[in-house]
């Protein structure tokens, strides 16, 4: 049976996070059809690699879900030996255009996004159920930045030349009284 692209629903998902890019199960969604018009479904085609927006040791992680609709691209020939080695390797057999030889893109149909990264008009808008974690030798921001929750830092905060941790007030005096402002 000679595969072609075809829509897919992700049905498991094994390699995910901090890991190298992993592989998906998928469903297809375009039932097998006989010539009284009768379909079938098709079955599972297991260890399918997804695509990673990826350059050099450089990522954006948003890795596949199960129920995800997405695409899959068969390959011309047997790419199980590139998949094992994860680099170049002969053909495993002399299949050609096999489902078993496909690779997942995802995104197609899906539903709208509840957690998300992303331009929404002129501004940049980052939501998550999660914690919102910057880890960076330093951080420079250089623009208003509006957050909505609580906010954590490890390490000095600085507004202008003024330190979060190292700070001294003016006007400081014993009682009930109120500190000038901060100095530089």
């Known amino acids: 049976m000679m595969g072609a692209d075809m829509p897919v629903r992700v049905t498991a998902v094994n390699g995910v996070g901090l890991n190298p890019v992993g592989f998906v199960d998928v469903q297809l969604l375009v ?40 695409y899959i691209i068969v390959s011309g020939r047997d790419i199980s030996g590139v998949k094992v080695n994860r680099g170049p390797s002969a053909p495993g057999s002399f299949r050609q255009h096999d489902y078993a030889d496909a690779i997942y893109v995802g995104g197609l149909l899906n539903a709208a996004p509840a957690e998300y990264i ?39 905060v600085k507004a202008g030349s003024i330190s979060l941790e190292s700070h001294k007030h003016s006007g400081v005096q014993a009682g009930s009284g109120s500190t000038g402002g901060p100095l530089g």
């Open 31 to 70: 039932h097998q059809q006989d010539g009284a018009g009768r379909t079938t479904p098709r079955g599972t085609i297991h260890n399918v690699p997804y695509i990673r927006l990826q350059g050099g040791t450089r990522a954006i992680l948003c890795d596949p879900a199960v129920g995800d609709v997405g």
């Open 118 to 156: 992303g331009w929404v008009g002129a501004d940049v808008h980052v939501k998550t159920a999660g914690k919102f974690v910057v880890d960076a030798a330093e951080c420079d921001i250089n623009c208003p930045v509006n957050v909505t929750g609580a906010v954590t830092a490890t390490g000095d």
